[in-house]
């Protein structure tokens, strides 16, 4: 068979830093330090490694960063079996989301990884990271946006970061792990996303297009109209409690989300809670929001919403249209 090709793009994150009077920034020249830690023919397959122009702390992601990452995969994407992206722990589950919805329908394995320490520290976990990535990315049966930490493979658009400081940072709270790695890797075929029609599509971001706005006891109407009075606002997540519940008893609350709606803003609910997924008719308190007009989010992450929304209203729905869409599965990223 012949050998595959792996191509690594280095987005920052930690997994590339150096240690600065600041504490730790992406390094200039990572690739090269890479290439040379990495030689080929150690059972990896044939790779090779490009650097984003200005590789970032991941904490300074914008929307417009995903479409500057897609593009750099797409225009390689003929040359290549498969891609790892190095991304900054903090957001990747943010990236892997966003091109999910972007590469739709992709027939290669993209893999998100990186580190908890950096490559070039004492006991880093970059090594492992990569090597499993770069394993992985070289699976045709893979065909979907993963992410790879910690001896894991997870869907992306399922994933969060749920440690700060251990290795194991990922989880995907909803959604079995696609592969576990011990001293073999085991896939499990089943759980991978079948083959579907390419639609990639690479919008430019409205940064500021998607607001986030977490339900607590005793927010005011009026902080919600602040939020949504930016113009630039054409979606919001609603992260509600349990099965998608909101205050019903502040009616001032809810004509303030459906004034929203009127007037083509989409809102979609999702829940605070780490599993399971929303009801909106389960409680009165949930059936007020539908009936104002928000969007149940079933079980998608905070992640996976935001990111969704995004790329719908990137990509010139409608409001009714991005409603609709919003509604449906697109790559795996609620069941
Ligand atoms: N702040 C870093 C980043 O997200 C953290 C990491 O990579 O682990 O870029």
């Known amino acids: 068979m012949m050998q595959r090709r792996v191509l690594v793009l280095y987005a920052g994150g930690t997994v590339g830093m150096a240690p600065s009077d600041e504490g730790y920034r992406p390094m200039t020249g990572f690739a090269e330090v890479l290439r040379r830690q990495f030689a080929a023919g ?82 880093s976990d970059a090594p492992a990271n ?62 991978l996303l079948p083959p579907a029609a390419r639609d990639f599509a690479l919008p430019a971001f409205e940064r500021a297009a ?23 606002v054409r979606g919001l997540v609603l992260c509600s409690y349990g099965v998608g519940n909101a205050p019903d008893a502040d009616g001032e609350l809810l004509t303030v989300l459906g004034a929203a709606i009127a007037r083509g803003v989409v809102v979609v609910n999702i829940t605070q809670c780490v599993t399971g997924r929303v009801a909106q008719g389960s409680y009165a308190t949930g059936a007020a929001l539908a009936r104002v007009g928000v969007v149940a989010g079933g079980d998608l992450t905070l992640e996976a919403a935001f990111a969704k929304l995004h790329v719908l209203i990137a990509r010139g729905l ?18």
């Open 210 to 232: 998607v607001a986030v706005l977490t339900i607590h006891p005793g927010l005011s109407a009026h902080a919600v109209e602040a939020l949504l009075g930016d113009p630039a």
């Open 42 to 123: 150690a059972g990896l397959p044939d790779w090779a490694v490009v650097e984003m122009a200005e590789p970032i702390d991941s904490a300074n992601l914008r929307p417009a960063h995903w479409q500057a990452i897609a593009a750099e995969l797409v225009k390689r994407w003929e040359a290549w079996d498969g891609f790892v992206v190095l991304h900054g722990t903090d957001t990747m589950a943010w990236t892997a989301s966003a091109l999910s919805f972007m590469l739709l329908g992709t027939d290669k394995p993209v893999i998100l990884t990186g580190a908890q320490i950096p490559l070039a520290q004492a006991r």
């Open 130 to 191: 990569l090597q499993g990535a770069l394993a992985l990315a070289a699976d045709p049966r893979i065909r979907e946006v993963a992410l790879y930490f910690g001896g894991r493979l997870l869907r992306g658009n399922r994933s969060r970061k749920v440690h700060a400081d251990r290795f194991a940072a990922f989880d995907s709270p909803n959604c079995a792990p696609l592969a576990e790695a011990g001293i073999g890797i085991t896939v499990h075929h089943d759980r």
């Open 318 to 335: 409608t409001a009714a249209e991005t409603r609709a869409a919003f509604g449906r599965a697109l790559c795996g990223e609620s069941g």
